[in-house]
């Protein structure tokens, strides 16, 4: 999943476009020295690589163990840096969306999380995490009693039917395609062109609906993880009666607890509950709060000042996917009172500075780039050692089988760069000096302080660097784009659930290069997609050595993205917020539990 953009971009956004490259220092805000380090390390890392379990009917029941000292009433007030990339279900796979999708939506399974971190795979709408039969290539789903849309229409398998044939359409654009490819392969869209909007649809031999409360999916190959990823907020329930193509993303509805009761783009937003949701039949989600209000135009800066401050309105506010701003970190750690308020967790995220290799085909250059970026500066404008770790790979400390040693590209000996190096492949290169880098960058205060180290560090190795902003709101959108017009673009992605085939499958498979795809470099090696087709009918113990063979081939033979830094997490919720706590599944607030101490 992608990042949000705001703190970091389920993301950051950053892209570069070539001028003539025809070759087809930091203030550290990170409070050191400040007291005893209780930043996140990777072995809380590794705690989050644990396998997810699968929960049967009992475990699938509602209503959602009661968190304690939990009270009813109140409002939540919701602190952002602006809008929210979608709220289609189809098109959310940014993690601030999916962050708002377990308010309003619900899917046939959800992930259920323990005091611990520890994540089950539950029935939502469905009675189970699924029964598989025929081994793993046929999946069984019984849609529970009593589930409906905020209008009160009865949720049944046309509607699950309708919101996975609807992702086959040009509607959507921007969401998971896990499931799409598993039923009908790479080029999916070939499958129903127009989706369900035109009569058509899916056969039972690839999706079946025998009665009103069952759902069949029928897979050429095992797909053991599918629970997972029915899961996802992207294949979250969208009503067939409710369906209105592009104007779903401004106004879906809702199933889940809160509902839309109001909403001004780009400004705010206005939840209230949902009194159709039933919390009998909800494992996850609870209801204690009477509404949350959405201010889209409180910046990072602004959010963590009125968040330490924790007075008025704020005292009811949580920040929910943004992070202390690092020019105030040091405030937020040094005092007890303030980093009280304050949760931590280490996110699945990966931040890298791609190369679109339609434009970038001299691998020496995108070699030369990767040596000149100086990881740690870009660590300390994201808060130091509270933001991130400097990456030597592409697959981040929470997946299994991580490996803290490989480093390629030299980056944990030397942190902030090696610059002889660049220049010394750049000469080789036959790159001349000056030659024109157009590099655009997400309009947010992360955006803006990568801009300022990226553009300075290849102004050193000869680029001339034109800065060009573009909006964090469509940002994915926009390198997501075949024909994009840029040459770099700093990305981030995190796994989807606890396996590296959700990071190398979505975004370095070259089977998956089109519009709106994650593959964002439109890498696409004959031998990197073997090695993915072959790690997907395996078994776990082989396939975690096919994956890490197909991602060291991605680091160090192609070089689609160079490994800048993995990401950490650290919010402030006000004085008056009950429940909070990091969610290891969102990798921020766990929104499920929050509650208003003082209503």
């Given amino acids: 999943m992608k990042p949000n953009r705001m703190r970091t971009a389920r993301a950051i956004a950053v ?17 050191k020295g400040n007291g005893k380090d209780n930043s996140t390390s990777q072995k809380d890392a590794a705690a989050q690589s644990k396998p997810v379990a699968y929960g049967d009917a009992t475990a699938s029941q509602g209503p959602a163990q009661e968190v304690p000292g939990a009270k009813s009433g109140g409002t939540i007030n919701v602190y952002m840096q602006s809008d929210l990339s979608h709220m289609d279900p189809g098109q959310i796979y940014v993690s601030d969306a999916g962050q708002f999708s377990n308010l309003i939506h619900r899917g046939l399974t959800n992930f259920q999380e323990d005091d611990k971190g520890n994540l089950t795979v539950v029935g939502d709408i469905a009675t189970d995490s699924g029964k598989a039969s025929d081994g793993n290539k046929t999946w069984t789903y019984t849609l529970k009693d009593g589930i409906k849309d905020e209008d009160g229409n009865e949720i049944t398998s046309a509607d699950v039917r309708h919101t996975i044939e609807r992702m086959y359409s040009k509607v959507i654009f921007d969401g998971p395609t896990y499931v799409q490819t598993w039923l009908s392969g790479a080029d999916y869209r070939k499958a129903l062109p127009d989706g369900p909007y035109k009569g058509k649809h899916l056969p039972d031999s690839v999706l079946e609906t025998p009665d009103e409360k069952t759902v069949v999916f029928h897979f050429k190959q095992p797909q053991p993880d599918l629970p997972q990823a029915l899961a996802m907020a992207g294949y979250s329930i969208v009503p067939e009666k409710q369906d209105t193509k592009e104007k779903y993303d401004k106004a879906p509805a809702a199933l889940g607890p809160y509902k839309i009761a109001e909403y001004k783009s780009g400004k705010s937003m206005k939840l209230v509950k949902n009194d159709q949701w039933d919390p009998k039949t909800d494992p996850v989600r609870h209801q204690y709060v009477d ?61 890298q500075l791609t190369f ?3 434009r970038m085909k001299d691998k020496k250059v995108r070699d030369a780039i990767t040596y000149a970026i100086p990881n740690q500066s870009m660590v300390q404008a994201d808060g130091g050692r509270y933001g991130g770790e400097v990456a030597g790979g592409l697959l981040a400390p929470t997946l299994p089988g991580f ?56 102004r050193k190795i000869g680029f001339n660097v034109q800065a060009k902003e573009i909006d964090r709101a469509s940002f994915y959108e926009q390198v997501g784009k075949l024909k994009n017009p840029y040459d770099l673009y700093m990305t981030g992605w995190g796994q989807d659930w606890p396996s590296p085939g959700t990071v190398i499958t979505p975004v370095y498979d070259g089977t998956q290069v089109q519009d709106g795809s994650s593959n964002y470099s439109h890498i696409d090696d004959p031998k990197v997609n073997e090695l993915i087709q072959k790690a997907l009918t395996q078994q776990p ?40 706590r990091y969610s290891t599944e969102s990798s921020y607030i766990d929104i499920n539990d929050l509650f208003v101490k003082q209503p």
Wanted: charged share 25%.
């Fill in 291 to 351: 509404g949350y209000n959405f201010s889209s135009t409180i910046d990072q800066a602004s959010q963590t000042k009125r968040l330490i401050a924790d007075q008025g309105e704020a005292k009811n506010a949580i920040q929910f996917t943004d992070s202390v701003d690092p020019a105030q970190m040091s405030t937020v750690i040094t005092k007890p009172a303030t980093k009280k308020r304050t949760i931590q967790g280490y996110q699945p995220y990966v931040w």
């Fill in 403 to 458: 490996d803290a040693k490989y480093d390629p590209f030299g980056k944990l000996k030397k942190p902030n760069g090696d610059l002889d190096k660049a220049k010394e492949l750049l000469k080789e290169a036959g790159v001349k000096e000056g030659t024109k880098l157009s590099y655009a960058y997400a309009n947010t205060p992360r955006g803006q302080a990568q801009m300022v180290i990226i553009k300075d560090a290849l």
């Fill in 541 to 580: 113990e082989e396939a975690a050595k096919t994956w890490e063979q197909a991602h060291h081939r991605i680091v160090e033979e192609i070089n689609p993205a160079a490994p800048v830094y993995y990401s950490k997490q650290i919010q402030l919720f006000g004085s008056n917020i009950g429940g909070a």
């Fill in 15 to 31: 892209a570069v476009a070539a001028g003539s490259l025809a070759l087809t220092g930091c203030s550290d805000n990170s409070g």
């Fill in 356 to 358: 679109n290799l339609d």
